[in-house]
Protein backbone atom coordinates (compact mmCIF):
# COMPACT_ATOMS: atom_id res chain seq x y z
CA UNK A 1 0.00 0.00 0.00
CA UNK A 2 2.66 2.31 0.75
CA UNK A 3 4.20 1.70 -2.46
CA UNK A 4 1.30 2.46 -4.13
CA UNK A 5 0.30 5.56 -2.78
CA UNK A 6 3.83 7.02 -3.32
CA UNK A 7 3.66 5.98 -7.18
CA UNK A 8 0.51 7.75 -7.44
CA UNK A 9 1.80 10.75 -5.72
CA UNK A 10 4.78 10.88 -8.32
CA UNK A 11 3.13 10.33 -11.24
CA UNK A 12 0.60 12.74 -10.19
CA UNK A 13 -2.58 10.27 -10.46
CA UNK A 14 -6.15 11.64 -9.72
CA UNK A 15 -7.60 8.68 -8.89
CA UNK A 16 -6.80 5.00 -8.15
CA UNK A 17 -9.19 2.14 -8.11
CA UNK A 18 -8.62 -0.80 -6.10
CA UNK A 19 -10.99 -4.28 -6.42
CA UNK A 20 -10.60 -6.44 -3.35
CA UNK A 21 -11.87 -9.76 -2.21
CA UNK A 22 -15.18 -8.86 -0.09
CA UNK A 23 -14.19 -12.15 2.14
CA UNK A 24 -10.69 -10.71 3.13
CA UNK A 25 -11.27 -8.15 6.26
CA UNK A 26 -7.98 -7.64 6.01
CA UNK A 27 -8.14 -5.73 2.88
CA UNK A 28 -10.73 -4.03 3.63
CA UNK A 29 -8.88 -2.29 6.75
CA UNK A 30 -6.31 -1.56 4.95
CA UNK A 31 -8.18 0.25 2.50
CA UNK A 32 -10.69 2.37 5.00
CA UNK A 33 -7.21 3.15 7.06
CA UNK A 34 -5.61 5.02 3.83
CA UNK A 35 -8.76 7.11 2.22
CA UNK A 36 -10.31 4.99 0.44
CA UNK A 37 -13.97 4.96 -0.48
CA UNK A 38 -16.12 2.12 -1.10
CA UNK A 39 -18.00 2.86 -4.41
CA UNK A 40 -19.28 -0.45 -5.85
CA UNK A 41 -20.03 -4.08 -4.90
CA UNK A 42 -19.06 -5.87 -8.27
CA UNK A 43 -21.29 -8.97 -8.48
CA UNK A 44 -20.23 -12.30 -11.00
CA UNK A 45 -22.60 -14.67 -12.24
CA UNK A 46 -22.12 -17.33 -14.83
CA UNK A 47 -23.66 -20.15 -16.21
CA UNK A 48 -23.36 -23.27 -18.53
CA UNK A 49 -23.90 -22.20 -22.22
CA UNK A 50 -26.37 -24.79 -23.61
CA UNK A 51 -29.58 -24.35 -26.12
CA UNK A 52 -31.29 -20.60 -24.74
CA UNK A 53 -35.17 -21.15 -24.44
CA UNK A 54 -37.03 -18.70 -27.10
CA UNK A 55 -38.88 -15.80 -25.51
CA UNK A 56 -41.89 -14.44 -26.60
CA UNK A 57 -41.78 -10.86 -28.09
CA UNK A 58 -42.93 -9.12 -30.59
CA UNK A 59 -39.26 -7.07 -31.11
CA UNK A 60 -37.02 -7.43 -33.60
CA UNK A 61 -33.55 -8.96 -32.56
CA UNK A 62 -30.37 -8.25 -34.78
CA UNK A 63 -26.90 -7.30 -34.61
CA UNK A 64 -26.05 -3.32 -34.62
CA UNK A 65 -25.36 -0.87 -37.84
CA UNK A 66 -23.65 1.95 -37.66
CA UNK A 67 -27.30 3.88 -38.13
CA UNK A 68 -28.81 2.81 -35.09
CA UNK A 69 -26.31 4.69 -33.25
CA UNK A 70 -27.96 7.88 -32.49
CA UNK A 71 -30.39 5.81 -30.55
CA UNK A 72 -27.82 3.49 -28.53
CA UNK A 73 -26.04 6.73 -27.77
CA UNK A 74 -29.85 7.69 -26.11
CA UNK A 75 -29.76 5.19 -24.31
CA UNK A 76 -26.20 4.54 -23.09
CA UNK A 77 -26.89 7.94 -21.41
CA UNK A 78 -29.50 7.15 -18.81
CA UNK A 79 -29.41 3.48 -18.42
CA UNK A 80 -26.35 2.55 -16.50
CA UNK A 81 -26.57 4.89 -13.35
CA UNK A 82 -26.38 2.18 -11.11
CA UNK A 83 -22.56 2.48 -12.17
CA UNK A 84 -19.50 3.34 -9.27
CA UNK A 85 -18.59 6.51 -11.48
CA UNK A 86 -22.34 7.90 -11.03
CA UNK A 87 -21.85 6.74 -7.17
CA UNK A 88 -18.64 8.12 -6.84
CA UNK A 89 -19.63 12.14 -6.66
CA UNK A 90 -15.94 13.17 -7.75
CA UNK A 91 -17.07 11.88 -11.32
CA UNK A 92 -19.18 14.64 -12.89
CA UNK A 93 -22.36 13.07 -14.50
CA UNK A 94 -22.12 14.41 -17.73
CA UNK A 95 -18.52 12.87 -18.65
CA UNK A 96 -20.15 10.03 -17.30
CA UNK A 97 -22.74 9.92 -19.55
CA UNK A 98 -20.29 10.36 -22.33
CA UNK A 99 -18.20 7.28 -21.18
CA UNK A 100 -21.17 5.16 -22.09
CA UNK A 101 -21.96 6.74 -25.39
CA UNK A 102 -18.13 6.26 -26.25
CA UNK A 103 -18.55 2.40 -24.87
CA UNK A 104 -21.59 1.82 -27.07
CA UNK A 105 -20.38 3.56 -29.89
CA UNK A 106 -16.77 1.80 -29.98
CA UNK A 107 -18.97 -1.43 -29.30
CA UNK A 108 -20.62 -1.47 -32.22
CA UNK A 109 -17.16 -0.12 -34.36
CA UNK A 110 -15.82 -2.97 -33.61
CA UNK A 111 -14.46 -2.69 -29.54
CA UNK A 112 -17.33 -5.55 -29.18
CA UNK A 113 -17.16 -9.21 -30.73
CA UNK A 114 -20.93 -8.71 -30.80
CA UNK A 115 -23.62 -6.02 -30.43
CA UNK A 116 -27.37 -7.25 -30.68
CA UNK A 117 -30.14 -5.01 -30.74
CA UNK A 118 -34.09 -5.43 -30.42
CA UNK A 119 -35.91 -2.82 -32.72
CA UNK A 120 -39.35 -1.62 -31.71
CA UNK A 121 -41.51 0.96 -34.18
CA UNK A 122 -38.45 0.76 -36.45
CA UNK A 123 -36.23 1.93 -34.33
CA UNK A 124 -33.43 0.29 -31.83
CA UNK A 125 -34.21 0.24 -28.10
CA UNK A 126 -32.42 -2.05 -26.47
CA UNK A 127 -28.69 -3.30 -27.02
CA UNK A 128 -26.49 -6.17 -25.30
CA UNK A 129 -22.95 -6.16 -26.69
CA UNK A 130 -20.98 -9.73 -26.25
CA UNK A 131 -17.01 -10.82 -26.20
CA UNK A 132 -15.11 -14.11 -26.40
CA UNK A 133 -12.67 -14.93 -23.44
CA UNK A 134 -11.25 -18.18 -24.65
CA UNK A 135 -14.25 -20.55 -24.30
CA UNK A 136 -16.14 -17.71 -22.00
CA UNK A 137 -18.32 -15.57 -23.51
CA UNK A 138 -19.18 -12.35 -21.51
CA UNK A 139 -21.85 -9.60 -21.82
CA UNK A 140 -20.48 -5.89 -22.17
CA UNK A 141 -23.19 -3.79 -21.57
CA UNK A 142 -26.70 -4.18 -21.57
CA UNK A 143 -29.32 -1.82 -21.52
CA UNK A 144 -33.62 -0.92 -22.51
CA UNK A 145 -34.96 2.16 -23.48
CA UNK A 146 -37.37 4.03 -21.10
CA UNK A 147 -40.53 3.51 -22.14
CA UNK A 148 -39.61 -0.16 -23.35
CA UNK A 149 -39.19 -1.53 -20.08
CA UNK A 150 -40.92 -4.31 -18.88
CA UNK A 151 -41.42 -6.32 -22.16
CA UNK A 152 -38.45 -8.97 -21.86
CA UNK A 153 -36.41 -7.09 -24.15
CA UNK A 154 -33.83 -8.04 -21.89
CA UNK A 155 -34.52 -11.40 -21.24
CA UNK A 156 -34.65 -11.57 -25.06
CA UNK A 157 -31.25 -10.22 -26.14
CA UNK A 158 -29.73 -12.57 -22.97
CA UNK A 159 -30.86 -15.63 -24.75
CA UNK A 160 -30.06 -14.49 -28.44
CA UNK A 161 -27.01 -13.75 -26.65
CA UNK A 162 -26.58 -17.35 -25.36
CA UNK A 163 -27.47 -18.51 -28.92
CA UNK A 164 -24.64 -17.24 -30.06
CA UNK A 165 -22.31 -18.24 -27.55
CA UNK A 166 -23.40 -21.79 -28.46
CA UNK A 167 -22.73 -21.18 -32.30
CA UNK A 168 -19.07 -19.96 -31.02
CA UNK A 169 -18.41 -23.01 -29.23
CA UNK A 170 -17.92 -21.43 -25.95
CA UNK A 171 -18.78 -23.07 -22.50
CA UNK A 172 -19.64 -20.75 -20.25
CA UNK A 173 -21.48 -17.45 -20.29
CA UNK A 174 -20.46 -14.40 -17.98
CA UNK A 175 -21.93 -11.38 -16.88
CA UNK A 176 -20.66 -8.57 -13.99
CA UNK A 177 -22.88 -6.02 -12.52
CA UNK A 178 -23.38 -4.37 -9.30
CA UNK A 179 -24.67 -4.72 -6.07
CA UNK A 180 -26.94 -1.98 -6.25
CA UNK A 181 -28.52 -3.24 -9.31
CA UNK A 182 -31.00 -5.66 -8.55
CA UNK A 183 -32.90 -5.41 -11.53
CA UNK A 184 -30.07 -6.98 -13.26
CA UNK A 185 -29.39 -9.30 -11.25
CA UNK A 186 -32.65 -10.46 -11.24
CA UNK A 187 -33.13 -10.69 -15.27
CA UNK A 188 -29.51 -12.88 -15.13
CA UNK A 189 -31.04 -14.73 -12.71
CA UNK A 190 -34.24 -15.73 -14.48
CA UNK A 191 -31.69 -16.24 -17.35
CA UNK A 192 -30.46 -19.18 -15.84
CA UNK A 193 -27.28 -17.10 -14.19
CA UNK A 194 -26.30 -17.86 -10.72
CA UNK A 195 -23.65 -15.64 -8.43
CA UNK A 196 -20.04 -16.97 -8.88
CA UNK A 197 -18.11 -13.98 -6.84
CA UNK A 198 -18.35 -10.92 -5.08
CA UNK A 199 -15.57 -8.03 -5.03
CA UNK A 200 -15.37 -4.55 -3.71
CA UNK A 201 -14.57 -1.34 -5.88
CA UNK A 202 -12.71 0.99 -3.73
CA UNK A 203 -11.43 4.33 -5.56
CA UNK A 204 -9.03 6.86 -4.01
CA UNK A 205 -8.57 10.46 -4.84
CA UNK A 206 -5.99 12.54 -5.10
CA UNK A 207 -7.17 15.95 -4.63
CA UNK A 208 -7.15 19.32 -2.59
Not at 50 to 74: K, N, W, Y
Amino acid sequence: MSELLSWCSENQIECVYLLGDSNDPQTSRLVEANGFLLADVRITLERAVDQPRAERTSALVRLACEEDLEALRGIARTVHRDSRFYFDSHFDSAKCDQFYETWIAKSVRGYARVVFVAEAEGKAVAYLTGNLRGDQAQIGLLGVAEGYRGASLGSTLVQRFLGWAAQEVAKRAVVVTQGRNLGAQRLYQRSGFVTASCQLWYHRWFMD
